[in-house]
């Protein structure tokens, strides 16, 4: 079958790094997403990986493994503002996407 | 450019109603998609159109479910007669033709329609 797995919740403290690891297994692979989304807004799209290696976009990076069927988004410099829930889906072999329960992420002071 | 916009953003109704849900993609983006959330599970895709065509369905849930994209523009999803396990927050995303979500782009998605039926 076809699924993601996340952390349901983590805490970290502002100022730290946090990573929030995801692993996937989808028929075909054609790339994984980090979307970020506070409570009741869309989705926000964080990065897309179909590469093995790290992508960086300011404090967030993205990291892929696609032999191991693994991802990872680290956070640095966290905010307040970073609290959220982070979702990490893949799209198999076609341009659906396949999402796990997300990561429930709150910062504290 | 404006996001996704959907309508209602919240709506209440009573089992055996009928509900539409609406959204309007990003102008020009030739692909949309429905999903949804049930409470406390992950989000599932219903479908998805290229333009006014369904290009995949497969998610749809049983035939209480009609989704329609007239002309290509806004699409909207009916829901009738509705059962009290279709309560969720429903999403609508769109992305480009031909770049579509499998790019640095991604797929943009509205805020989506909180449904409750009781």
């Known amino acids: 079958g076809q699924n993601i797995d996340q952390p349901t919740e983590m805490t970290a403290t502002e100022g730290a790094i946090v990573q929030i690891n995801c692993t996937y297994q989808?028929?075909?692979?054609?790339?994984l997403f980090w979307y970020q989304q506070h409570a009741g807004e869309a989705p926000t799209f964080l990065s897309y990986?179909?590469?093995?290696g790290l992508e960086e976009k300011g404090r967030f990076s993205s990291f892929l493994s696609r032999s191991k069927g693994y991802s990872y988004l680290l956070l640095k410099e966290l905010q307040m503002k970073d609290s959220a829930s982070y979702l990490c889906?893949?799209?198999?072999?076609?341009?659906?996407?396949?999402f796990g329960t997300g990561t429930r992420l709150q910062v504290f002071p | 450019e404006a996001g996704v916009t959907q309508f209602p953003s919240h709506s209440v109704i009573e089992k055996g109603q009928t509900v539409t849900l609406r959204c309007d993609p990003i102008s020009g983006h030739d692909n949309l998609y429905w999903y949804r959330r049930v409470m406390g599970k992950e989000i599932k895709f219903l479908l998805h159109?290229?333009?006014?065509?369904?290009?995949?369905e497969s998610g749809m849930p049983n035939n209480r479910f009609l989704a329609e994209r007239t002309g290509g523009t806004y699409s909207t999803l009916k829901v009738q007669p509705a059962e009290l396990e279709d309560s969720g927050v429903y999403f609508c995303?769109?992305?480009?033709?031909?770049?579509?979500?499998?790019?640095?782009?991604?797929?943009?998605f509205g805020s989506g329609t909180r449904l409750t039926v009781v």
């Open positions: 990986n179909v590469l093995d």
């Open positions: 995303a769109s992305s480009q033709g031909g770049r579509g979500p499998l790019s640095n782009y991604g797929y943009t």
């Open positions: 159109f290229v333009k006014e065509s369904k290009q995949d």
């Open positions: 989808t028929s075909g692979f054609n790339g």
């Open positions: 889906p893949a799209s198999g072999d076609t341009d659906k996407l396949i």
